[in-house]
Nanobody, 125 residues
Framework: QLQLVESGGGLVQPGGSLRLACEGA????????VGWFRQAPGKEREGVSS????????VYAESVKGRFTITRDNAKKTVYLQMNVLKPEDTAVYYCAAKLGGGLPSLQSNEYPYWGQGTQVIVSS
């Protein structure tokens, strides 16, 4: 059974940092591209960042460029999202998602068949 589990969310003040983790279980080998998405109350889900299966390619939404960094540790089957200089508008439930086949990174949610349950991030003073 393929499974993704996110962790690391929480409450942080504006300007602070959080690191989210997405651990995969049951995925075959390392040919898995992973994306991070978020959904704020009353808004549609949006792509935040994505990383290729080997980690050599990444993409970011314009709203997080320069503040967020996506990395992966394939030995641990874990993808991380380091979030710095957080803003109140970053408040959302953050989801990680995976697609098989060694694909390129993408912020298109319909390309990802596997999703985690989400972790809440609240940026507030």
């Amino acid at each position: 059974q393929l499974q993704l589990v996110e962790s690391g969310g929480g409450l942080v003040q504006p300007g602070g940092s959080l690191r989210l983790a997405c651990e995969g279980a049951g995925f075959p080998g390392e040919s898995v591209a992973v994306g991070w998405f978020r959904q704020a109350p009353g808004k549609e889900r949006e792509g935040v960042s994505s990383i290729s299966s080997g980690g050599g390619r990444t993409v970011y939404a314009e709203s997080v460029k320069g503040r967020f960094t996506i990395t992966r540790d394939n030995a641990k089957k874990t993808v991380y999202l380091q979030m710095n200089v957080l803003k109140p508008e970053d408040t959302a439930v953050y989801y990680c998602a995976a697609k098989l086949g060694g694909g390129l990174p993408s912020l298109q949610s319909n390309e990802y068949p596997y999703w985690g349950q989400g972790t809440q991030v609240i940026v507030s003073s």
